[in-house]
């Protein structure tokens, strides 16, 4: 027979309960606000004040954004990087991961060193631009893909990762003569699914979100990922607004920022509540020391 909780107890759920509502709330109302103004009239708005519901309904500012192609091209040209982007950074992630996985592989500790050393120092923003610009890859969608390839943290969990499989069923395969390239694709890789799919999503995540390095690297206002278009839309005078790729317009520019910053994040959005399991996952995988 359970018993009923102390005074204490029931106190502590009713203190922690108001604190975790509180938080809810506060962390929601800026979407709604957000949502709201986007789909109120922009007489409304430029009124002033609160607006947490739309109290007279317009897709004016929707329109708008969609009166050109600007925002649609970015959203593309966000999707392109992610996609391309996670896939390299699969690829090389996988084919450098896996030779370190190899205790007998010569210079091993070396290279495991140099990657660890990477995640305390950097080169610093200004030697990276240098190098991606000896590269040519300035005002190229590679500059936001190639430099990153490869997360030395993802580096070190993945190569864990693939120390737990059994070596039994490599040698098996090799005694069927594949090599280590048809070892790594055929045995390997079908066994992490798993870790390769919580990785495609931490690179991807990086890639949706890609940002400062847009900036350094495009000067062509028509590669701009979602992100920079977002970025300048929200921070630009009305009377600036065409210099983020849209024309002017008398319209409220606050709707149109809001209708803009709904625009690119509700697909992240509703991917993410099916993906978060994931994410918690990613951070266990691999964690087996040598």
């Known amino acids: 027979m359970v018993k009923d909780k ?11 309960a108001s604190v975790l509502l509180v938080a809810a709330i506060v962390t929601v109302l800026p979407f709604f606000y957000v949502i709201a103004v986007s789909f109120t009239d922009p007489a409304v708005v430029a009124k002033g004040g609160i607006i947490l519901f739309p109290t007279k309904f317009s897709l004016a500012a929707y329109e708008y954004i969609f009166s050109t ?4 091209r970015s959203l593309g040209i966000t999707v392109y990087i992610t ?26 500790r070396t290279v495991l060193l140099a990657v660890l050393f990477t995640m305390l120092f950097g080169g610093g923003m200004i030697p990276t631009y240098f190098v991606v610009k000896a590269f040519g890859l300035t005002n190229t969608l590679w500059s936001l893909m190639i430099p990153n390839a490869i997360s030395a943290f ?17 040698d098996s395969a090799k005694i069927d003569g594949a090599n280590d390239l048809g070892v790594l694709f055929r045995i390997v890789l079908p066994l992490s699914l798993p870790a390769m799919a ?64 709904v625009f690119a994040t ?8 099916f993906l978060q399991k994931h994410f918690a996952k990613g951070v266990l995988l691999g964690s087996v020391k040598e």
Do not use: C
């Open 6 to 16: 102390s005074f204490g107890s029931r106190l502590f759920d009713f203190v922690n």
């Open 69 to 72: 192609n600007t925002l649609v």
């Open 83 to 108: 996609v391309v982007g996670t896939l390299i950074n699969l690829l090389f992630t996988s084919l450098m991961a896996y030779p370190l996985a190899k205790t007998h592989l010569r210079g091993r």
């Open 154 to 170: 993802n580096l070190i969990v993945l190569k864990n990762f693939f120390q737990q499989i059994p070596d039994g069923l490599e």
């Open 198 to 261: 919580t990785f495609a999503l931490f690179y991807a995540v990086g890639h949706w979100n890609t940002f400062f390095s847009a900036i350094l690297y495009l000067n062509d206002n028509r590669m701009w990922p979602i992100q920079v278009l977002l970025r300048e839309v929200v921070i630009m005078a009305q009377s600036r607004i065409g210099d983020a790729g849209f024309e002017e317009t008398q319209i409220q520019p606050l709707t149109i920022r809001m209708a803009v910053i």
């Open 266 to 273: 509700v697909p992240i959005l509703l991917v993410y509540p």
